[in-house]
């Protein structure tokens, strides 16, 4: 089973950057996509960012040209860096993978559809 683990949340100030990192404990193989979502209180879920498997990536109107996705293969690892963050950007952030597949301790390849993280929080100050 894979596991997700972000990292890098924490306080600060308004026009400040956070660098958020999601590393997955197996190996994953191929993946249809891999997000960045949040929840602020009293709030659904939404999509930040996200990358799919070609390379693509797509952002919410709210976070374009403030904040980037990446991932390193090599690492199993998904970043998002946000810069000038806003007040309203406060939230606990979720790293998601989407359809993939991944090597199983025992060598076997297997499926799943989808795997969260436990989330980070992200508290920016005004």
């Known amino acids: 089973q894979v596991h997700l683990v972000e990292s890098g949340g924490g306080l600060v100030q308004s026009g400040g950057s956070l660098r958020l990192s999601c590393a997955a404990s197996g190996t994953i193989v191929s993946f249809n996509a891999m997000g960045w979502y949040r929840q602020a209180p009293g709030n659904q879920r939404e999509l930040v960012a996200g990358?799919?498997?070609?390379?693509?990536?797509h952002y919410a109107d709210s976070v374009k040209g403030r904040f980037t996705i990446s991932r390193d293969n090599a690492k199993n690892t998904v970043y998002l860096q946000m810069n000038s963050l806003k007040p309203e950007d406060t939230a606990v952030y979720f790293c998601?993978?989407?359809?993939?597949?991944?090597?199983?301790?025992?060598?076997?390849?297997?499926?799943?559809?989808?795997?969260w993280g436990q989330g980070t929080q992200v508290t920016v100050s005004s």
């Open positions: 998601n993978v989407e359809q993939f597949t991944y090597i199983t301790p025992w060598g076997t390849s297997k499926s799943e559809f989808t795997v």
């Open positions: 990358i799919r498997s070609g390379g693509s990536t």
